[in-house]
Structure formats: structure tokens, C-alpha cells
């Protein structure tokens, strides 16, 4: 056949088009795959320091990878035990006095003349009413039976498929790091190989700060929820602590959880829970978080935000995770790479 002939083109460039298009629903199809590998292997880079240490220790790389796991599942073991019980009897106990609660709304005169033009609360308790006369609440809230059961088997296998790949990669981090830096040239490597280790060693850093962040915000709303006078502040502040570390959806969360246990007590002391929780947020967003960041990683704290907040933007909660790290890095190769060249042309 001609190659220069409109029809082997025309074919070639069908063929290539039609390529493309089943490859991008392929990736599109195991997005949810790659953004849990991104995960874990995230989680994975970020332990690696504390897999050091205790290698430093005397330890092998596997007794240090047990270690570390066995740590984390004795905190899952206290944090299940602490705070399920109070969280699940706290939401009990709201479910069973909120028709009293939306009542108590109506005492007080601006929101009863905005019930008496718009019918607010008198919707809500004909909602709840109709949602939790037969003892349906949870099941609804979760779009049924099969729902409850979809949401539990997701949930329960992305942790389990997390918790894996995080293993294996904590495991073999320094075998996978040998085999991406014998890519690069042999006269490079050396260097690659130390850029390649600071890169992983301020994700580390990034987890640590993190975890910081999230431990002021645990010991925070732990002193809020005691001084509100709310039952268990110790367990709401660790369940807070774990929401923290969570991008997105982890405040949404955590104020979520505290306003409706603060909602069992009374109307106004939810809506104090409510409005303090609020006032951390702002604090911890352009106060706390960007310090921390700037200590630790030596990102200005503008970069910080402009970062979390592109992330989030483009790639949701997998830009979340490495919006920060990304930056750190960026900024560690113009130090180590570019300046350096542009200092001596």
C-alpha cells in the first residue's frame, strides 16, 4: 500500500484516535486504583523516617516496618475504644431529643418569625418525623440498605487495599528508590540519588508537621468540648485529631461531630461549639499551618496556602496530599539545581 495515499492516513490516524480514547477510559476506569497507590505510597514515604530511626536502633528494615504497624494499629485499638462508644451514644441521644431541640428553636423571637414566614423549623420536624418514625434514620442517610452495604464493603476494602500497598512500599521504599535512580545517567546518579533523598526526606517532614498540626487541633478542641462542659472531651479531641490528618473533608468532619454531641447539651451550646470551631479552623489555616510549614519545610507561608488551594482545586484530595510536598521539592531543586547553574552562567 501507498503510504502517501489519504486512505493509509486516514486509517492510521482513526486507528491512533481510537487508541487514545480506549486508553483514557482505561485510566479513567482504575482512577480510584492510582489515587489509593498514591496514597499509600505517600503514607509510606511519610513513615519512612520514623522506619529509620528505630533502624538506627539496630533493627532490620522488616522489624522496623512491624514495629511501626503495630504501633499503628495499637492507636487504631485505643482510638476504637475511646471514642466509638461516646460517639455512638452522643448521635443515639440526639436522634432522641432533636424534636425537642428544633421546639427550643422556636423560643427564640428572630428565628420564630422567620419559622412563621418561611415554615423553617416546622419543615425540619415534619422531615425528621417522617425519616425517624420507624427507626429508619441511619439506613436513609446512607440511601438504603444496599447503600449502608456498598459504603461499608468500599470503605473497608480501600482501607485494607491502603494498609497493603503501604506495607510493601514501606518495605522496599530503598529497592524502589535504587531502580528509579539507575534510569538516570551514570555520571548523574550520585546526584540524582541525593536530590531523589531530599525529596523523600521533606514528605517526612511534611507528615511529621502534619501530624503536629492535627495533635494542636486534637488538644484544642479537647479544651473547648471540657470547658463547653461536653462529655468525653478526651475522646472528641482524639477524633478530632484523626480528622485533622484527613485533607478536605477532615474539619467538615470533626465540626460536624463536635456540634451535634454539643447539640445534645442545648441549642446555645452548639452554636458556641459551632462558632469556637470555626475561629480554630481560621487560626490553624493562616496562623499555625503556614508557621509550622515555613520551621520545618522552609516554605513561605504564601506558597503554603497558594499550594493547598491549587491542589485542592485541580486534583481534589490526591492534590491535597501532595500539593505541600510538591512545592517543598520544587523548591529544594531550585536550590540544589537551578540557582546554583544560574550563579555561575
Known amino acids: 500500500m501507498n503510504h502517501s495515499h489519504p486512505f493509509y492516513f486516514g486509517f492510521l490516524a482513526t486507528g491512533g484516535g481510537l487508541l487514545a480514547i480506549v486508553l483514557l477510559r482505561s485510566l479513567a476506569s482504575a482512577s480510584q486504583i492510582f489515587v489509593l497507590i498514591i496514597i499509600a505510597l505517600f503514607l509510606a514515604t511519610g513513615l519512612n523516617p520514623a522506619v529509620e530511626f528505630f533502624r538506627r536502633k539496630g533493627l532490620s528494615r522488616a522489624q522496623a516496618v512491624a514495629v511501626m504497624f503495630v504501633a499503628v494499629f495499637i492507636f487504631a485499638g485505643i482510638f476504637a475504644w475511646l471514642v466509638i462508644p461516646p460517639v455512638v451514644s452522643q448521635g443515639t441521644q440526639l436522634i432522641k431529643h432533636a424534636p425537642s431541640l428544633l421546639s427550643d428553636l422556636k423560643h427564640n423571637h428572630t428565628i420564630a418569625a422567620l419559622n412563621d414566614h418561611y415554615g423553617i423549623v416546622d419543615s425540619l420536624q415534619r422531615k425528621l418525623a417522617s ?89 484544642a478542641i479537647t479544651i473547648i468540648s471540657a470547658s463547653l462542659g461536653l462529655p468525653s472531651p478526651v475522646a472528641l479531641g482524639m477524633l478530632v485529631f484523626v480528622f485533622d490528618l484527613i485533607p ?98
Request: proline share 3%.
Open 248 to 345: 478536605l473533608v477532615g474539619h467538615t468532619l470533626g465540626i460536624s461531630i463536635i456540634t451535634i454531641v454539643a447539640l445534645t447539651q442545648s441549642v446555645l451550646t452548639g452554636v458556641v461549639a459551632f462558632a469556637l470551631y470555626i475561629v480554630y479552623i481560621q487560626v490553624e489555616n493562616y496562623v499555625i499551618t503556614p508557621k509550622i510549614m515555613h520551621r520545618t519545610l522552609s516554605i513561605p507561608g504564601l506558597v503554603t496556602i497558594i499550594a493547598a488551594l491549587l491542589g485542592v482545586t485541580l486534583l481534589g484530595l490526591v492534590g491535597a496530599l501532595l500539593a505541600v510536598p510538591i512545592a517543598a521539592s520544587a523548591i529544594l531543586i531550585l536550590d540544589e539545581v537551578v540557582f546554583p547553574r544560574a550563579d555561575k552562567a
Open 131 to 219: 425519616i425517624s418514625a420507624d427507626g429508619t434514620l441511619f439506613v436513609t442517610a446512607f440511601g438504603g440498605v444496599v447503600g449502608v452495604g456498598k459504603t461499608v464493603l468500599s470503605g473497608t476494602f480501600s482501607a485494607l487495599t491502603v494498609l497493603i500497598l503501604t506495607l510493601y512500599f514501606l518495605a522496599s521504599l530503598p529497592k524502589i528508590v535504587e531502580m528509579g535512580v539507575r534510569l538516570a545517567p551514570a555520571s548523574r546518579r550520585d546526584r540524582v540519588s541525593r536530590l531523589t533523598n531530599g525529596v523523600l526526606d521533606r514528605i517526612g517532614t511534611y507528615i511529621g508537621s502534619q501530624i503536629t498540626v492535627a495533635l494542636i487541633s486534637g488538644i
